[in-house]
């Protein structure tokens, strides 16, 4: 395809026009019912030079380009100040929390490198907790952790993953997968960050995490005392003392412990639990329980101190 050349007023491609010509054959500017058709020409030819670059980005969609505007024209950015303090509105004036998490997802995506982005990251994973939407807050805490591991707030976005998961925690006749990873996620907050505000709310509900899994494992316990699977009532009583002796459960495992030994005939055993029970829970109703049991079989509560029981509680300082 020739380029234009410019001939007088008119462009034309390649060639000169045959007609219309003078003696030097430069092209002539038509004159009466000529000129009309010369200017029709004209807006003909700018019509399809206007035409001609749309017809070649027409891969990039129509709308693109539309010259008329569309209710779906790419809205023009905003201020980053602006969309965040929106989101703040909508979140603590209104409590709209869909609104306002696309208040700050907005943020993020026309400001993605600002300060104002990183803040209402952080900001989207707190109003996906507050609104029950824990899998979301999950994973915007995850993507600050992600991009900004070293800032202030990154003990707050890994305190939220572990609330996350401790707000969904089950009652103990249910499987406690979620417990374990909640346990995990705010002990992490205790290990990266122990000096902050948010370590010192992570023990406490660590403690309730640890209680949990400690409760479950009684309730396993029981169930095989009542089917007389004694061996199996030990593993799951021995679980309480080893991992979980600071919670409230361990009197009731080292009583139970007492009851299972005696059962299988194990009696030093039994005196041990008993012993140990005694030494660190005097006052403990459990105790009383343990006491007449080993009682019963016409002993006294004596610590082995080679038993996996006296161990256990010396490890951590107890007994």
Not at 86 to 112: C, I, M, S, W
Request: glycine share 8%; with cysteine; hydrophobic share 35%.
């Amino acid at each position: 395809m020739r380029p234009f050349r410019y001939i007088g007023r008119d462009f034309v491609r390649g060639a000169a026009i045959s007609r219309g010509r003078d003696s030097s054959g430069i092209m002539q500017l038509p004159s009466s019912r000529s000129g009309q058709d010369g200017r029709r020409f004209a807006r003909l030819l700018a019509l399809a030079l206007l035409l001609a670059p749309l017809g070649a980005c027409s891969s990039l969609g129509w709308d693109s380009f539309n010259l008329f505007g569309s209710k779906d024209q790419t809205q023009i950015d905003e201020p980053a100040e602006k969309l965040y303090n929106e989101g703040l509105y909508l979140l603590n004036e209104k409590q709209e929390y869909t609104d306002a998490n696309k208040r700050f997802e907005e943020v993020d995506r026309q400001h993605p490198y600002s300060e104002w982005a990183r803040k209402a990251l952080l900001m989207s994973a707190y109003t996906s907790y507050v609104a029950k939407n824990y899998d979301e807050c999950i994973a915007s805490a995850k993507r600050y952790i992600a991009l900004h591991p070293g800032t202030g707030d990154a003990a707050y976005a890994q305190y939220l993953i572990g609330s996350a998961n401790f707000d969904r925690i089950p009652d103990i006749s249910r499987d406690q997968g979620r417990t374990e990873k909640a346990l995990a996620e705010l002990e992490e907050v205790v290990r990266k960050f122990p000096n902050t505000e948010y370590a010192a709310s992570a023990r406490k509900k660590i403690d309730v995490a640890r209680d949990q899994l400690a409760g479950k494992e009684m309730a396993v316990g029981r169930y095989y005392m009542e089917k007389r699977n004694f061996t199996g009532a030990i593993n799951r009583f021995k679980v309480v003392v080893t991992q979980y002796q600071t919670t409230r459960h361990v009197e009731e495992a080292l009583m139970r412990l007492t009851e299972a030994y005696m059962s299988l005939g194990i009696v030093p055993e039994a005196q041990t639990a008993a012993a140990v029970l005694g030494h660190n829970f005097p006052d403990s109703p459990w105790y009383k329980d343990a006491y007449n049991l080993v009682k019963g079989g016409g002993v006294e509560p004596s610590e082995n101190k080679g038993s996996w029981i006296s161990r256990a509680f010396k490890k951590v300082g107890l007994g």
